[in-house]
């Protein structure tokens, strides 16, 4: 019995040491999950936009949820928005343009409606502001907002990318302004210097058209039920228009969440841009370093960096 003790000892002493496995990585997706509950912003009800599409063949209901943006940006556009939408304005019209990897664009199709009275119209300077302050700015200040650093370091359409009280934005010298990217929300407008009124609207469908930063008014994002409009079978006229009307879907009605019955308004809240939480989900999608990626891609463009958004429950 000695030896075998000896034996089974002297074992022990060569069997590998097991050092501790680490811990995974986790994926932006896990990051923005485990954020505390003081890293959500809640989203005022009214500023939520809520389309109701006309049902599916199946009979099944479509709703299109977008949050319209903050100040300083497009407010001209977005207080017409809210007058729309106070007068029913959008009730029975339709989405009417479709465009494969571009657009998704509704409103009144025969541009014989009439318009609420009361719209302003907005010069092309609302575009961008310079009522901007940011840290790095001589003169700002320690009472500023931030502007978090460019995924990238280079950005092909402005100085510097980033976010601003949720939302992505781009800067050169003093003016900064919001960008296109998949979701965003913006207003359709005729040549220049028409702005449009916000009557027309579209969603981003497909790969962020940059191009159009600076030349036509962004004034919210699809939160919820974009698939409702990305999965639309695609317009065969010029740009992306439905040649007839039977192919046109039909909106119930559009109206801001605040008008609702409190019980039926929808509620959701972002990550904020400004918490640790957001900077270690922008880093790691930036940098995959989860199990599934090779090599990290040292950066990632402006719309490749999504904010979380959730639904949450009932106040």
Request: some cysteine.
């Amino acid at each position: 019995m000695k030896h075998l003790l000896l034996a089974a000892a002297a074992a022990s002493l060569v069997l590998p040491v097991h050092a501790e496995e680490p811990a995974p990585v986790p994926s932006p997706g896990e990051i923005a999950a485990a954020a505390p509950a003081g890293d959500w912003v809640s989203i005022a009800p009214s500023d939520l936009l809520v389309m109701d599409l006309a049902p599916d063949a199946k009979g099944n209901s479509r709703r299109v949820v977008i949050q319209l943006m903050p100040a300083p940006f497009s407010q001209g556009w977005i207080g017409n928005i809210r007058r729309l939408a106070a007068a029913h304005w959008w009730d029975g019209t339709s989405v009417n343009r479709v465009q494969d990897n571009y657009v998704a664009q509704w409103g009144d199709a025969t541009e014989k409606k009439a318009l609420p009275e009361g719209l302003a119209t907005i010069p092309e300077s609302g575009y961008e502001t310079s009522r901007i302050a940011y840290h790095g700015q001589p003169g700002s200040g320690g009472a500023t907002r931030r502007l978090l650093s460019a995924p990238v370091a280079t950005d092909a359409y402005s100085s510097q990318a980033g976010f601003l009280d949720g939302w992505p934005v781009a800067r050169k010298k003093d003016m900064v302004w919001p960008v296109h990217c998949y979701a965003m929300v913006g207003v359709g407008r005729n040549m220049s210097p028409d702005t449009g009124t916000g009557a027309e609207l579209y969603a981003v469908i497909g790969h962020a058209p940059r191009h159009l930063d600076r030349n036509i008014a962004v004034v919210g994002r699809v939160i919820s039920g974009i698939e409702y409009l990305s999965s639309l079978p695609r317009g065969t006229g010029a740009l992306g228009f439905y040649e007839e009307e039977a192919q046109r879907v039909g909106i119930e009605k559009i109206r801001l969440a605040a008008e609702l019955p409190f019980a039926e308004q929808p509620r959701f809240e972002f990550l904020s841009t400004e918490s640790d939480s957001f900077a270690r989900y922008a880093d790691a999608r930036q940098n995959r370093r989860d199990p599934f990626f090779i090599k990290p891609a040292g950066g990632a463009d402006i719309c490749n960096v999504p904010v979380p958004v959730r639904a949450v429950g009932a106040r």
